[in-house]
């Protein structure tokens, strides 16, 4: 009997996209033959779930979870709408937001977290097989607190934390539980809607503040304004940027005077019962950064008919 190492089944997962356990057993079934395995998972209908592996898979559904102090979001993408309307693919989606709410945000670490008799990886690539698309996890982000709560929103929700939209804020208080949930959610509704960058001007990417920088100056010497002048217009078109990206100097759009968000949080306080502090908020928008395949179907028709 060949002794199956982890590199073995590595490699094999790799080939053929089917998860770590039903590698390791095809393995063993086979004497560690690697193109053996390979039949093997073949004849069980496990391994077509890798011929969809080319695919691009740009919708699908991000998941919010949270418990108390901390919180997760999480972006499962499949190729077609159609699939997050599939209840087998919902509740995949609500099982690996729960896993990773355990394990942390690590993609690696969930997709090797065990599921039942299988992983995380497994239960991807059967769904993979049942439903016929390529379906992949594709990021994961969570948030804790020492005290306090993370709170989630799911915009566009198809279930019960899963949708098109998710976000969670971190709030480090020791005030009342649920008055920072509420106040929580409206943040995290806030972060949906007004697309912050950063929390505050501090944790802005550095290349992004001095092209804007560059892109004001350039502008202000077209227009033959004084160089003796243009940096002080430069620095007051920044504070401008700033409240346009930055959560903390953000127009709250729960309050129809327009008060910054800072200001809003500040004044929560009374209710909430002790100083508040937002530490951090993610926001994943479903297929953000994915870049889709276009096709032009009268071509696809021509191209078959064998017309140019």
């Known amino acids: 009997m060949a002794t199956i190492t982890a590199a073995m089944v590595k490699e094999l997962r790799e080939t053929t996209g089917v998860g770590m356990m039903d590698c390791k057993q095809a393995l063993n079934e086979n004497d560690g033959n690697l193109e053996a395995a ?6 069980k209908g496990l391994s077509k779930a890798a011929k969809k592996a080319g695919r691009v898979a740009a919708e699908g559904l991000i998941g919010a979870v949270t418990d108390g102090i901390k919180g997760v979001v999480i972006e499962v993408n499949s190729e077609t709408d159609f699939v997050a309307r599939n209840e087998q693919f919902q509740g995949l989606v609500k099982m690996i937001a729960q896993v990773a709410l355990k394990v942390g945000a690590d993609v690696d670490a969930i997709n090797a977290a065990p599921v039942g008799s299988s992983t995380v990886a497994g239960a991807i690539s059967d769904a993979i097989a049942t439903i016929g698309e390529n379906m992949t996890l594709r990021r994961a982000a969570s948030l804790e607190v020492t005290q306090g709560v993370v709170a989630s929103y799911v915009h566009g929700a198809v279930i019960d934390g899963a949708g098109k939209m998710g976000v969670i804020v971190a709030l480090e208080s020791t005030g009342k539980a649920d008055e920072l949930a509420a106040l929580g959610r409206q943040l995290a509704m806030h972060v949906a809607a007004a697309n912050p960058q950063a929390l505050d001007s501090a944790g802005l990417d550095p290349d992004v503040v001095r092209r804007e920088r560059e ?4 502008k202000y010497r077209q227009q033959g304004k004084p160089e003796n002048m243009i940096e002080k217009i430069v620095e007051n078109g920044l504070k401008t940027y700033y409240k346009e990206v930055c959560l903390l100097e953000q127009a709250y759009i729960h309050d129809e005077k327009g008060k910054a968000v800072a200001q809003a949080v500040k004044e929560a306080e009374g209710k909430v019962g002790a100083p508040i502090k937002i530490t951090g908020f993610v926001r994943y ?6 870049e889709k395949q276009t096709s032009d179907f009268a071509a696809e028709v021509a191209a078959v008919s064998g017309q140019k």
């Open 285 to 290: 928008a479903l297929g953000e950064g994915i």
């Open 38 to 43: 390979i039949d093997w998972l073949r004849k």
């Open 215 to 218: 892109v004001m100056a350039d």
